[in-house]
C-alpha cells in the first residue's frame, strides 16, 4: 500500500473528534503529573496561598482531582455497602442504623483524630493531609448515594426478580443487568448531589485550624478562606468565577453525558417522546480512537473479568451457600475480627473517657443549644421541601425544561454555598435579619439541593404510560399530582428528606459560625459550639456536642423517617 493511501485510510478512520480526545488525554496527565508533584512535596507548617487570578486554575484543578477521588471512594463504598445492607437481613439490622449515625456526624467530628492520625503517619511529605482532605469530602458525599443505593436494590419490582430467577442469573449477572441499571438514575442524580456536598465544605477541607495548628492546602477552597479572612472581595469574585466554570464544565463534559447515556435503562412499557442529549456523549460515539480502544483493550479486559466474576458462587438472597474456605481462611477471618473489635473497643473506651469529663453545666448547655439547632434544621427542611418539590417535578417530567435548568442547578447545587455566606450576610443584614434566624437560610444554601435531586429522580422514574394514562383519564392539575406524581415520587423524597435533614446538622457548624474578615457572627446552637470547640482544640466539648448530634439525627430517623419510608414503600410504590 501506497504512502498516500496509507494516509488517505488514517485520515477518513481519525478526524477532529479523535485530535481533541488526545488534547484532552495529555491536558489530564499533564495535570496528574502537578497533582502527584504536590503530593510528594515536603510537608510545611503553613501554605502560602497566592490570592493572584493566575493561579486559581491550577488550585481548581487540584480541588477537582480531590473531589473526583473521594467520589471514587465514596462509589466504591456505596456499591459494596448498599448491596450487602439489602440483601443480607442480619447485616442490615446493624448496618442502616449504623450509616444513620456516620451521615449525622458532622465533618468537625471526624476531622481532628484523622487529621492528627494521617499527619503522624506521613510526617514528611502532603500525603497525610491530601488523604484527610480526600476522606473529608467522601464524608459529605457518600451518605446520600449510599441511600439511594440501597432504597432502589429495595425497590426493585418483584416481577422483574422472578425474570432474573428464571434465567438463572448469577449474581454479577443480576447485579450488572437489573440492580445496578434499576438504580442507575436514581445513583446518577444522587451523585450530582454528593459533589454538591462534597463541596459544601470545601473551605473547611482544604484550610482549617486545630488548636495551635494550621493546615491547608493549595486548592480553591483554601483560597477562598484567605480572600475571606482578609476582606478581599475581588479575590472572592475570581474564586466564584473559577468554580462556577469548574462546575459548569464537569457538568457538561461528566454529568450530562453520563444522564444521557442512562436514559437506556429507563424501566417503563412505552418509548419516552423525548429524552436527555449530551453533544459531548455524541462526540465520543463518533471518535474512533475510543472506538478501537473499547474493542481491542477495554472490551476483552472487561469480558474476561465479567466471565471471572459469573463463575464465583451466587449471593445470600439467592438462597445459595456461598462458597467456604478452609480452617486457614476461617482464622483468619476471626483474626480480623478479634482486631477490628479490639480497636473499636480501644477507641470507646477514650471516647467515654472525653465525655466522662464534661461536667453537668455543659452537658445542659449542649442540650440547650442543641434545641436551638434543631428548630433551625426543621425550618430549613420544611422551607426547602416547599421550594424544591414543584422545581423538581418541572425539571424531571420535561427533559426540554430540563436540558436548560440542570447545568444551572447543577453550578447553584454543585457552588460551595460558604463562598456565598459573607455576601448573602451583607444582604440579610441590610434586611434587618439577625444571624440566628440567618443560619436558617444559610442551611437552605446547602440542603434544599438534596430534596431536588431526589425529586428530580422520582419524577424521571414515573413511566411514559402511566404519564399517558393521566392524559387519556383528563385528570385535573390538582388530581394529577394527588393521583400520580407526589405517590410516584413519595419513596424519593423521603430519601430525600433523610439526607437533607443530616446535611442541615452537618451545614449548622458553618451556618452559624461565620467568618467575614475580622467580624464573627455567632448564632447560639449546636453548630457554633461544635465549630468553638474545633478552634480551642476543647476536644472534650467537641465529642459532647457530636454525640448529641449524632443521637438526635439517629433517634429522629429511627421514629420518624424510617417509619415514613416504610409507608411509602408499602403503600405509594410504582414498583409492588
Known sequence: ???????????????????????????????????????????????????SPLSLPMYTFFSLVRGFAAYAVSLA????????????????????????????????????????????????????????????????????????????????????????????????????????PYASMGLIWNSMMSMAGGWFFLTINEAFVLGDKDFRLPGIGSYMSVAISQGNVAAMVYAIVAMTTMIILVDQLFWRPIVAWAQKYKFEDTKTADVTGSFVLDLLRRSKVLEVLERRVTGPIGKAISSRL???????????????GGAGTFILLWALRLCAAGLVLAGAVKFLALL?????????????????TFARVLAAVVLGTFLMIPLGVAIGMNPKLSRVLQPVVQVAASFPAPMLFPLVILVLSGAGVGIGFGAVVLMMLGTQWYILFNVVAGAMGIPNDLREAAEVSRLTRKERWRRLILPAILPSLVTGWVTATGGAWNASIVAEYVHFGSKVLIAPGLGSAITTATDRGDFPVL??????????????????WRRLYRTAEDKYSLNK
Open 1 to 51: 500500500m501506497s504512502i498516500t493511501a496509507t494516509y488517505t485510510r488514517l485520515r477518513r478512520s481519525f478526524g477532529w473528534v479523535d485530535i481533541l480526545v488526545f488534547a484532552a488525554t495529555g491536558a489530564l496527565f499533564y495535570g496528574l503529573l502537578s497533582v502527584a508533584h504536590e503530593w510528594r512535596g515536603e510537608l510545611r507548617p503553613t501554605v502560602d496561598i497566592d490570592l
Open 77 to 180: 463504598f456505596t456499591l459494596v455497602y448498599g448491596y450487602v445492607a439489602a440483601y443480607n437481613k442480619r447485616a442490615e439490622k446493624v448496618m442502616v442504623p449504623l450509616l444513620d449515625i456516620l451521615q449525622s456526624i458532622p465533618v468537625l467530628g471526624f476531622l481532628p483524630g484523622l487529621v492528627l492520625a494521617l499527619v503522624a503517619i506521613f510526617p514528611r511529605s502532603n500525603v497525610g493531609l491530601e488523604l484527610a482532605a480526600v476522606l473529608m469530602i467522601f464524608t459529605g458525599q457518600v451518605w446520600n448515594m449510599t441511600f439511594s443505593f440501597y432504597n432502589s436494590l429495595r425497590s426493585i419490582p418483584n416481577e422483574l426478580r422472578e425474570a432474573s430467577l428464571v434465567y438463572k442469573l448469577g449474581w454479577w449477572r443480576r447485579f450488572t443487568r437489573l440492580e445496578l
Open 310 to 324: 459469573v463463575k464465583t458462587g451466587s449471593p445470600a438472597s439467592t438462597g445459595d451457600s456461598p462458597r467456604r
Open 356 to 372: 466522662g469529663s464534661v461536667d453537668l453545666n455543659a452537658w445542659m448547655r449542649i442540650f440547650g443549644e442543641l434545641g436551638l
Open 543 to 560: 465529642a459532647a456536642s457530636v454525640t448529641a448530634m449524632a443521637g438526635t439525627v439517629v433517634l429522629v430517623n429511627r421514629i420518624f
